[in-house]
């Protein structure tokens, strides 16, 4: 079975462009996250999906991220425009529980390392 | 302050030498998560607690619930095990289902 996979690994932007990241969940799981860690700092909670409603999006730093799961399938994270402060490590995860991370294990990606310019 | 703090920030040791990281938090939580991150690698979760202490071969994760405190350990330790072990938990609060992560703990096994 395949795992998280997200796509790119790595992306190197200049400031003002825009990103697109992508979070393929492991099939059948309803609840999908996402989480940065930006240098030197803890991982933080950006979003969470159960299946393509916005559960929770308490940690969208600001309206220039974009999250999408249309299908409750995969999702994308976009940001527009890119500013330096964005530049992490960007992960996403899934779950199968319905009754989320209190009862299963979540599933992580290998991260999309972005660095904007 | 941190909600999540681990404790060492680093830890190096030998083959074959006992290991324990440390976690504390400050918020009532649901479950606390054990997560391993392999350099250049992806995140793996390694245990999910809520009471008790749980135990997959040469790892043993501990928790107090009264204390807010839960202990990683790893018996025997080799060199494969070095890695970022982080510590996260599920906050109580209702309608929240997101891990709440500590800063990590690097650790480096030496032949």
């Known amino acids: 079975e395949a795992g998280v996979t997200q796509f790119p690994s790595h992306s190197v932007i200049e400031k003002g462009q825009t990103v697109t990241l992508r979070c393929d969940p492991i099939s059948g799981h309803d609840n999908l996250y996402w989480y940065r860690r930006v240098m030197g700092k803890e991982i933080k909670f950006l979003l969470h999906f159960v299946k393509e409603s916005k559960q929770d999006e308490s940690g969208m730093p600001n309206n220039r991220f974009l999250a999408e799961r249309t299908g409750g399938t995969y999702s994308t994270l976009k940001v527009q425009p890119a500013e330096l402060e964005d530049s992490g490590v960007y992960f996403c995860a899934s779950s199968q529980d319905r009754r989320g991370l209190v009862n299963t294990e979540a599933f992580f990606g290998q991260g999309t390392r972005l660095t904007v310019v | ?111």
């Open chain 2, 1 to 111: 302050k941190n909600e999540v703090e681990q404790s060492p920030q680093n830890l190096t040791a030998q083959e074959g030498e006992f290991i324990t990281i440390n976690c504390s938090y400050s918020v009532g939580i649901s479950a606390l998560h054990w997560l391993q991150q392999h350099p250049g690698g992806g995140i793996v979760s390694l245990f999910m607690l809520s009471s008790g202490k749980k135990k997959h071969g040469r790892l043993i994760a501990t928790i107090n619930i009264q204390e807010k405190h839960s202990s990683l350990h790893i018996t025997a330790s080799h060199p494969r095990d070095s890695a970022v072990y982080i510590c996260a938990v599920v906050s109580f609060l209702v309608n929240t289902d997101k891990l709440i992560f500590g800063t990590g703990t690097r650790l480096q096994v030496f032949p």
